[in-house]
T-cell receptor, first 110, second 117 residues
Framework: NAGVTQTPKFRILKIGQSMTLQCTQD?????MYWYRQDPGMGLKLIYY???????DKGEVPNGYNVSRSTTEDFPLRLELAAPSQTSVYFC?????????FGEGSRLTVL | AQKVTQAQTEISVVEKEDVTLDCVYE???????LFWYKQPPSGELVFLIR??????QNEISGRYSWNFQKSTSSFNFTITASQVVDSAVYFC??????????????FGTGTRLTVIP
């Protein structure tokens, strides 16, 4: 079972570049999330989705965009990358009471 | 508002010692879930346990045990006879149990456990 799959696992960006982190889940979960984890910190919610076509902002949405055209996919778009977006990004999907995480994507903006 | 506090930033123990990781939470919800996740050096998040707020029974799974006390809003995690493979960052998290809005998990800042051989 694939679960939650994130790509890429590592990426280095230059300031001002754009990129998309891909996230796919094969568990037919309605809820999906994007988190970021900064060094020495817990995870903070960037965006979430409660189903295809529905997305909403989390705690730290600035500088990011998402879309949810299908139940399976929940890509995270970074426009005009900034050094403050250097972090590890986790995608997750959820069934009641349990969150399933991808393996994380380490992004460095130089 | 939900909040999770893990006051212990880093703990070091010698192998085979017992260690307890503290977690204190705040919530206005009457129904909620509490979680523990392990993040080994490889970086992935490994689910350890989920506890429903209605179930205050302590749980033991091998060398791991959890003590949930609603009276003190705590959900502490004990590792008995620690091993080097237990070295990781451990996160406590809280979420509402009723699926409305984001139904987000609120994470503590984590406790880094180092087990010295």
């Amino acid at each position: 079972n694939a679960g939650v799959t994130q790509t890429p696992k590592f990426r280095i960006l230059k300031i001002g570049q754009s990129m998309t982190l891909q996230c796919t889940q094969d568990m037919n979960h309605n809820y999906m999330y994007w988190y970021r984890q900064d060094p020495g910190m817990g995870l903070k919610l960037i965006y979430y989705s409660v189903g295809a076509g529905i997305t909403d902002k989390g705690e730290v949405p600035n500088g990011y965009n998402v879309s949810r055209s299908t139940t399976e996919d929940f890509p995270l778009r970074l426009e005009l990358a900034a050094p403050s977006q250097t972090s590890v990004y986790f995608c997750a999907s959820r069934r009641p009471g349990e969150l399933f995480f991808g393996e994380g994507s380490r992004l460095t903006v130089l | 508002a939900q909040k999770v506090t893990q006051a212990q930033t880093e703990i070091s123990v010698v192998e085979k010692e017992d260690v307890t990781l503290d977690c204190v939470y705040e919530t206005r919800d009457t129904t909620y879930y509490l979680f523990w996740y392990k993040q080994p050096p490889s970086g992935e998040l490994v689910f350890l346990i989920r506890r429903n707020s209605f179930d205050e029974q302590n749980e033991i799974s091998g060398r791991y045990s959890w003590n949930f006390q609603k009276s003190t809003s705590s959900f502490n995690f004990t590792i008995t006879a620690s091993q080097v493979v237990d070295s990781a960052v451990y996160f406590c998290a809280l979420s509402e149990a009723i699926q409305t809005g984001a139904n987000n998990l609120f994470f503590g800042t984590g406790t880094r456990l180092t087990v010295i051989p």
